[in-house]
């Protein structure tokens, strides 16, 4: 493969691994899960456990990837081998790959939901439709969104052509332009009648709700998967970071503006949802139902309308462009001799054909594979936790110490020791460990 290719500015790679962080988990997720949980008191608990993961968990697999100069398979291989049990890394690294795979695949889907609706807005349908029935008229249909998901599959295959430069270059015009567009909504929303219940919800905790285990779970779940810490993605970002830059600063600005564009996400989604009286803890209904029917009843709501899902698509595809670097990177590991166009068209036919009929919600008359969200919830079940757990084991139960170290030193402004080393092994991996019991045993999609 030639010497590896490496980011060319430390903020094109805090930028790209934003990208790879910000997504649904921060569009969606987080709102309707501290709508759910009690508002702030859920963001308490968010913010303790985006503390723990990102110092430890988030920093440990850029370290490995650095270390290893390798993606996911090559990481795990790394790892194990310094217990003399290569054979055992090549196996286990395939069940967070496949992760990535598998979520890449109902992923795509639901970000050509979110193109349909940037469409929609910008030729003036959605603002003259039911918001419900305009939802149910795709959501439930085989090859509803066919075009867009073609759409998006390609684009984000092409943003990967030329590796580590052409991800640096387009997460340097998307993240910005993220951030910049739902700041502009959130200005938007602040102007609302009635927005005031919805930021006194926002920032004002129920402390009752911190007697309730299920908020300390729902808020380490997203903390965790928020982050993107999945035994896999981050890994590849690592790998292709020069020696000199310091990983736990760089897992610390990835945490602030992942945290930052989830406030963002939160600021626009929960008072819009107060203003009009509408369910603040609807999951998906708040980005496709709620937002479009607040947009029909405001002054240049349309304009407003495309700002959102323009957002959204930019945050989607940075996201996608991660799960697709993480397949891509591994297949060329194991098969040096590919070009990286081959793989990409190849994971794109295989993101298509699969998840094409995967384009309704959930299983109906057609649907042959059930639909994206039961998918979606077999892999943040069952593939994702297991392969996160694996990951924390690896690199704090089976690395050796002083390699993981050494490599979390290099670059380093302040030197981390036995607390750092010592809160990955004996808090992080535990944490990974119980979520991942807890998913398994509950039936939880985190």
Request: proline share 4%.
């Amino acid at each position: 493969m030639g010497q590896r290719k490496t980011f060319k500015s430390r903020w094109g790679f805090i930028l790209a691994c934003v990208g790879s962080a910000v997504g649904m988990a921060n569009v969606w997720g987080f709102p309707y899960k501290l709508g759910m949980n009690g508002g702030g008191a859920f963001l308490v608990c968010y913010l303790f456990f985006i503390f723990i993961f990102s110092y430890t968990g988030l920093s440990s697999e850029y370290a490995i990837g650095r270390r290893s100069k390798a993606g996911t398979l090559g990481a795990y291989e790394y790892a194990w081998a310094s217990r003399g049990h290569r054979g055992i890394g090549k196996l286990v690294g395939w069940i967070p790959l496949v992760g990535s795979i598998c979520i890449a695949i109902g992923y795509a889907v639901i970000i050509s939901y979110v193109l349909k609706a940037l469409t929609d807005s910008i030729f003036g349908t959605l603002m003259t439709v039911d918001a419900e029935a305009w939802f149910g008229s795709f959501a439930f249909k085989t090859f509803s969104v066919a075009p867009f998901h073609i759409f998006i599959v390609v684009v984000t295959a092409l943003t990967l052509l030329y590796g580590t430069h052409s991800i640096e270059r387009t997460n340097k015009i998307m993240m910005p332009l993220f951030f910049v567009l739902f700041a502009i909504l959130a200005v938007r929303v602040f102007f609302m009648p009635g927005a005031l219940e919805g930021y006194k919800f926002l920032f004002t905790p129920k402390w009752d709700y911190l007697k309730n285990p299920e908020t300390w779970v729902w808020a380490m779940g997203q903390a965790f998967f928020s982050l993107s810490i999945t035994g896999s993605g981050m890994i590849v970002y690592g790998s292709y970071l020069h020696e000199e830059e310091d990983i736990v600063d760089g897992a610390k600005n990835t945490a602030v503006f992942d945290t930052l564009a989830a406030l963002v996400a939160a600021l626009v989604m929960i008072p819009s949802a107060f203003a009009f009286g509408m369910d603040s803890a609807g999951g998906p209904g708040l980005l496709f139902v709620t937002l479009p029917t607040v947009l029909q009843h405001i002054p240049l709501g349309r304009v407003f309308a495309i700002i959102l899902y323009l957002a959204v698509v930019f945050g989607g595809i940075s996201s996608l462009q991660n799960m697709f670097e993480v397949v891509t990177d591994s297949i060329l590991y194991k098969c040096p001799k590919l070009k990286r166009a081959q793989v990409l068209l190849g994971l794109s036919l295989l993101t298509l054909l699969i998840g094409i009929f995967m384009e309704p919600i959930a299983e109906t008359q057609g649907a042959i594979l059930g639909g994206w969200g039961p998918w979606m919830d077999l892999v943040s079940i069952y593939i994702i936790p297991i392969g996160a757990s694996i990951g924390a084991f690896s690199w704090f139960w089976i690395l050796k110490k002083e390699e993981l170290l050494d490599e979390i030193n290099k670059g380093a402004n302040k030197v981390q020791g036995d607390l750092w080393y010592g809160l990955g092994k004996w808090v992080y991996t535990p944490l990974a460990i119980i979520l991942c019991v807890i998913a398994l045993a509950f039936k939880i999609a985190f």
